[in-house]
């Protein structure tokens, strides 16, 4: 008899943002039919650069997306009739890191421990490492972009087990500091 193991886990990609006229709002993906069964189901949304960088110019914009993604959020609990986590992926330029944290900070009493973040290699810098354990979400660090020159692509989902190592003992080391 075969046993199938649920994951505690699921993300699903739930759209691409959009800044136009002051307004976040993301554009349609082809989302799942159902859920597995899981503890919990994550909505990746992501942001890229330029329009994190428009999300984050006044507190105009940041509320403007503040209830998009709680409007997106709404509409897919009621899709799929169960809760849904939400996990920001905004490859975050350096410059722009205090500020997407305070955003970040601004979105957890709403959400709770159903806030994650992706984070990129630059954000292993000490000071940026504890501001994020500071915020207390969950964090996935988007290991392929510590090597330059590569992209996600070039790694096809793997990495080898000398810059896994590498990457845990940096963490250790900036997060025990």
């Known amino acids: 008899m075969t046993r199938i193991?649920?994951?505690?886990?699921f993300l699903f990609f739930a759209g691409e943002g959009q800044f136009r006229d002051s307004k976040l709002s993301f554009r349609a993906a082809p989302l799942p039919e159902v859920l597995p069964e899981c503890e919990d189901?994550?909505?990746?949304?992501?942001?890229?650069?330029?329009v994190l960088a428009s999300v984050l110019?006044?507190?105009?914009?940041?509320?403007?997306?503040?209830?998009?993604?709680?409007a997106r959020r709404s509409a897919l609990a009621a899709r799929y009739r169960r809760p849904i986590g939400v996990q920001l992926d905004a490859d975050c330029p350096s410059a722009l890191i205090p500020a997407y944290l305070d955003f970040a900070r601004s979105l957890k009493p709403l959400l709770g421990q159903d806030l994650s973040l992706t984070v990129i290699g630059s954000w292993l810098q000490p000071d940026y490492a504890r501001q994020v354990a500071r915020l207390g979400v969950p964090v996935y660090l988007m290991l392929y972009t510590l090597v330059p020159g590569r992209n996600f692509n070039d790694w096809c989902g793997e990495l080898p087990a000398t810059v896994f190592d590498d990457v845990l003992n940096h963490l250790a080391t900036v997060v025990d500091r």
């Open 5 to 9: 193991i649920m994951p505690a886990q």
């Open 41 to 50: 189901a994550i909505a990746v949304l992501r942001l890229s650069p330029t």
């Open 57 to 70: 110019k006044n507190d105009t914009a940041r509320q403007a997306a503040t209830e998009a993604i709680m």
